[in-house]
């Protein structure tokens, strides 16, 4: 089999930014990534960890370096994109500088020291945090907030909980006090390639114990606007008669609906296949820290509309007035405009099957109009 490589390189020393070169290379299926690597570096020099543990980022996915070529080609394609851990703190192709992710050890040094001065740390927690760095670079909320605590700290803390726990109480209120603590975690699951659920479930019990958590239906996503659009009912109609074929669309599925999957289906219209699509909101902790869901909707309505885009679907009300009501807030932290229309899936079906007046009666509440009609 053949795969179509572009390969990250950047040298601090000498470049101002990273560039990428092509490689044509002819694997076996069960050859893994690090022997990708390995054949490629026997073509051109470059510099990278040369170990079974260790994990790049293949076409926006952190992979273990042992993951088989047949297992890339089946998830990714053949024209794949290699990236290490972090592009912003990269030193020398993929060797990167790890300060920020050793230097959060700290936080939870009262816990893990050995001696009265605090300057020993007890060596086999210390490696267990470092077993945790691709959890740490893997977070998105990393992208947005480069001060955030990091989920590898919140894995130790859950095992030093699990280890001590007489020192629960302290090790939470650790957690919970720093500046981009836990309320800035957002979910590790579509990041991973093969992630363990397990992982999170760990995050998501802290949040629990924490109490910091609420479900979407308890959220608020339009503090600033007090109108309410009722947006029907799903009709389930099998037959169309508008496709939208010269339209170019994103769709946020939240829910898992064989009937609206129906209705996208037979439209004729280009879906965008976006990763931010695949990204948490962190829509749970909005009430605490709505700006953080602010900078992840922005960048996914921005990822949306620079793709070309002439809109974005949601398939529930919740949604619709997080991406719709909220355009200044988004606007704001982003520091760009974000024309993108939001459609209601309801509405998609009403405009789809002809119901166009009865489109209208909700299109008109729209912060943005979609003029689609």
Avoid: W
């Amino acid at each position: 089999m053949k795969l179509e490589i572009s390969l990250f390189r950047f040298d601090c020393k000498s470049d101002y930014l990273p560039y990428y070169t092509k490689h044509f290379l002819n694997v076996e299926e069960n050859n893994t990534l690090l022997t990708v690597l390995n054949k490629l570096n026997s073509e051109a020099e470059f510099s990278f960890e040369n170990s079974p543990n260790s994990y790049f980022v293949v076409n926006g996915i952190y992979i273990n370096v042992m993951t088989t070529c047949k297992q890339i080609k089946d998830n990714f394609g053949s024209d794949i994109k290699i990236e290490p851990l972090s592009i912003r703190r990269a030193n020398k192709d993929f060797i990167i500088n790890e300060d920020d992710f050793t230097s959060k050890l700290s936080i939870l040094n009262k816990f893990i020291t050995t001696d009265l001065l605090a300057t020993h740390i007890d060596k086999k927690i210390e490696e267990l945090y470092l077993s945790y760095k691709i959890y740490f670079y893997a977070s998105n909320t990393l992208n947005i907030e480069h001060d955030y605590i990091g989920d590898a700290i919140l894995l130790l803390a859950s095992d030093l909980i699990e280890k001590f726990p007489q020192k629960e109480n302290e090790i939470l209120h650790t957690i919970k006090e720093c500046e981009c603590g836990i309320e800035f975690h957002t979910s590790l699951k579509n990041r991973i390639f093969n992630f363990e659920q397990s992982i999170e479930d760990k995050i998501i019990n802290l949040k629990n114990k924490l109490n910091i958590s609420k479900t979407i239906d308890k959220q608020n996503f339009k503090p600033s606007i007090s109108k309410t659009i009722n947006f029907g009912t799903f009709k389930k109609v099998q037959e169309i008669k508008y496709d939208f074929k010269d339209f170019s669309f994103a769709y946020l599925k939240t829910e898992d609906s064989l009937e609206k999957s129906n209705l996208i289906s037979k439209l004729k219209a280009k879906m965008l296949n976006l990763q931010s699509l695949n990204q948490d909101l962190a829509k749970d902790t909005f009430h605490l820290n709505p700006e953080l869901t602010y900078k992840l909707t922005s960048t996914l309505m921005l990822d949306a509309y620079d793709s070309g885009a002439d809109f974005i679907v949601v398939d529930n009300d919740q949604d619709f007035y997080l991406l719709d009501f909220n355009r200044k807030n988004m606007e704001s932290v982003i520091g760009r405009e974000i024309n993108l229309p939001v459609l209601h899936i309801n509405e998609l079906e009403n405009l789809a099957i002809g119901e166009h007046d009865l489109a209208k009666t909700t299109l008109k509440n729209h912060i943005l109009d979609p003029k689609i009609i």
